[in-house]
């Protein structure tokens, strides 16, 4: 099970091996819903209220790591929307997603020698397609390595020498935010071997490919992009929206990123569907 979906006390669904199937709603009615979700995030260090009515926490368990995103009934949605999504707590290999169809040998193979190579890379693909799956895959084949990871949560946990930074929000009064962004900065005087964003989608992006260009080799990201072909175009528009210019933005991604991965579902599995360089000729 990865997902596990409540619409308020109506209705509620789970996902087993990519498959969503309608359970049984352990609330009778709104009221119960919305009184555990305020618990829940109260006793985690969040809120849940008007003022606030869109929350996220990450719990660790014995099922593994725990992402509760949480919108409150009112003028966001009729209902207590919950959506917690499992990540495991055991580290999947390479090895592992060959056995499951999830690459193939030959893919294996190049993803092995991305990481050994020290390659740039960036992988691609929609929500829940797997991207940080394989992602903490191939970084857990650095484990030699001092590799910095800076996430929203606590996702990667990755195995070996691997430090991990998690951005922070505002507080009620609206200060104290730290950024991805911030975090990067900080993370290039802490001696990384290796550096990974979560997931790219603002500033990050530019202080990210910076990095890469002056001597930072192996670094790795994933993003939201529908193909490979889709990639390169959506990342020019996150530096356009932080203010790069667009032949800035070519020559940053075309001098920075070396390979791009695709995953994408397909059927119940999730698979990898493409890898390949990132030519000039693309941007």
Known sequence: MTDVLLDGSVSAFTEREGTLEKVANPFSNEEEVTSWTKQLLRANGSRLDIAKPISEITLGSEFGLLRIHVVLQG???KRTQVSIRRHQAASLTLQDLVQSSSITKEQLDLLIEII???ENFVIIGGTGSGKTTLLKAMLNEAIQERVITIEDAPELNLLGN???????????????EIS???LLREALRMRPDRLVIGEARGEELLVLLQAMNTGHSGAGFTLHANSVTDAVPRMLAILAGVGVNPELGRLLVSSSVTWVIEVKRVGSKRAVTAIQRLAVGYV
């Open 180 to 182: 991805i962004a911030e």
């Open 75 to 77: 003028e966001c949605s």
């Open 116 to 118: 050994k190579g020290k």
């Open 162 to 176: 691997a430090v991990s930074l998690t951005t922070r929000l505002a507080n009620h009064e609206g200060v104290g």
